[in-house]
């Protein structure tokens, strides 16, 4: 296997290529790999990557167990990222006849990807913005007259404006990049 191949293949410094003992085959590393690269991108946990990219690339539903020695990660990383996959709606679980547990699948929808990322981590630290921004506005107005000087307090006050301008095109913008993106 060539060098550059050789190091794709390796997923947490585990030999990942063929199929015996739960590995991943050649062309599931390179979407896992892939996914990977976007979970960094995005500054998320690796293993939810590597969970979304074995599942985006799987013919059909993948169980707990499965996917835990597929990947190789513990159990905890696995649960966890299973959950978080599912809160952006990246991952959802579907019905294996004959089979009581769970089984996932992923979404594949960018659409439906995007809009569960955007609600999930962006508005709600938006609203944590707004919350904090409320309590600048109030720090400013409180402060002491005496203690104010006056070129200093009108830069702090611009810069207040500033960011509640960045938040109002923050607010008009998400959800039209969310359309855009689903298109």
Do not use: C, N
């Not at 169980?63 to 990660?73: A, H, S, Y």
């Not at 095109?169 to 298109?183: H, K, V, W």
């Amino acid at each position: 296997m060539p060098g550059a191949i050789r190091a794709r293949s390796q997923i947490r410094g585990r030999q990942t290529s063929g199929r015996a003992g739960g590995s991943l085959s050649p062309v599931e590393t390179e979407f896992v790999s892939f996914f990977v690269g976007a979970a960094r991108a995005l500054k998320l946990p690796k293993s939810l990557g590597e969970i979304y990219g074995l599942l985006f690339a799987s013919g059909g539903p993948r169980g707990f167990d499965e996917i835990v020695t597929t990947l190789r990660i513990s159990r905890g990383s696995a649960s966890q990222g299973l959950r978080v996959l599912r809160g952006f709606g990246a991952v959802r679980t579907t019905y294996v006849a004959g089979d009581r547990r769970d089984h996932y699948v992923a979404e594949t929808e960018l659409r439906k990807l995007v809009t569960g990322l955007l609600e999930e981590t962006i508005a709600p630290q938006l609203a944590a913005g707004t919350e904090r921004l409320d309590r600048l506005e109030g720090a400013l107005r409180a402060e002491p007259v005496a203690r104010r000087r006056a070129s200093a307090h009108a830069i702090l006050q611009g810069r207040l404006e500033k960011l509640r301008a960045w938040e109002r095109i923050t607010r008009e913008t998400l959800p039209m990049l969310g359309r855009l993106l689903g298109a």
